[in-house]
């Protein structure tokens, strides 16, 4: 399966530059690709994923702050250029993005479309754990965490950033309620979409751009720490797809990864740094591109 992850660093508010910014990265990723793919797309990707609030940005202090942003159900700005991307590169594609409806009541929440290749919506994922910032605008997913059959894919979980956590860091570490949900279902892909910050008080300094945020890696690890203990011979792959950049003092952690587990070792098939613009290409057939970082 070929997987790219789209990081970027969208710009609060500029939903026109954003998608320019992301076709533009698209572009340069299927330049350098065309002369040694014979594919179509050029890029002969399985699954496109952008980050969380992709193209409105993601630090909004207020309903009020975000409300020019809104998208209605599948059919906004995120969702017609995934449609348009999804049929240009024959892949699946998912994009984060802020999402408004009126059925059955107005409410807002911070939602994943995925698109299949044909342009049909697979899937509309609300986020179900709000992180604080998403508090002061959206509700949580009323039908909780992410799961479906998608073709080519197995069985499928989808997460957005917080979800990975405790709910509202107030449960216990170990109620690992999405890595749980993972095991429930015994899923086969786990797709999670992000906007996740760094500890760090100031932005990725430009010499480590390329350097991956390790204690950010090593967390989302640790949040799924009971799938890495399973020992059943199945191979199940993560992607984290997260942004880079900053918005005023919200800083983010980039590092989107992909990701195989099985029987307790992580095979790491694409990783980025936690400042890079770019898309991650990683193919998880291709045992050449892993690297082994975890065994228990």
């Not at 350098?32 to 014979?38: A, P, T």
């Not at 193209?55 to 995934?82: K, M, Q, R, V």
């Not at 049909?120 to 509700?139: H, I, Q």
């Amino acid at each position: 399966m070929r997987i790219g992850c789209l990081q970027f660093s969208p710009v609060l508010g500029d939903v026109e530059g954003n998608i320019a910014r992301a076709e533009s990265l698209l572009e340069e990723s299927l330049a350098s690709s065309s002369s040694s793919s014979s594919s179509a797309s050029g890029l002969d990707l399985d699954l496109l994923m952008l980050p969380e609030l992709a193209f409105s940005g993601y630090n909004f202090p207020s309903l009020d702050a975000i409300s020019p942003y809104l998208e209605p159900t599948t059919s906004g700005p995120s969702a017609t250029w995934a449609i348009r991307t999804s049929q240009r590169l024959r892949c699946h594609v998912s994009v984060g993005y802020p999402e408004v409806t009126d059925r059955p009541s107005l409410a807002r929440y911070n939602s994943v479309v995925l698109v299949d290749p044909g342009g049909g919506v697979v899937a509309n994922y609300r986020k179900s754990f709000l992180y604080y910032t998403d508090e002061t605008w959206a509700a949580e997913g009323p039908a909780g965490f992410y799961a479906g059959t998608v073709p080519g894919f197995g069985d499928v979980a989808m997460g957005i950033c917080m979800d990975i956590n405790p709910y509202r860091f107030e449960a216990a570490w170990t109620a690992y309620e999405f890595c749980k949900h993972v095991q429930t279902r015994s899923s086969d892909t786990v797709l999670v979409t992000m906007a996740w910050l760094t500890s760090e008080s100031l932005a990725c300094p430009v010499d480590r751009a390329e350097e991956p945020h390790l204690e950010t890696l090593s967390y989302w690890l640790a949040r799924v720490q009971p799938v890495l203990d399973v020992r059943d011979g199945k191979e199940r792959l993560f992607a984290f797809c997260n942004r880079s950049g900053s918005e005023g003092t919200a800083h983010y952690a980039g590092t989107s990864a992909v990701l195989k587990v099985k029987d307790g070792v992580v095979a790491v098939y694409g990783l980025l740094g936690q400042g890079q613009e770019r898309l991650l290409l990683a193919d998880t057939m291709d045992e050449n591109q892993a690297r082994r970082i975890y065994m228990k």
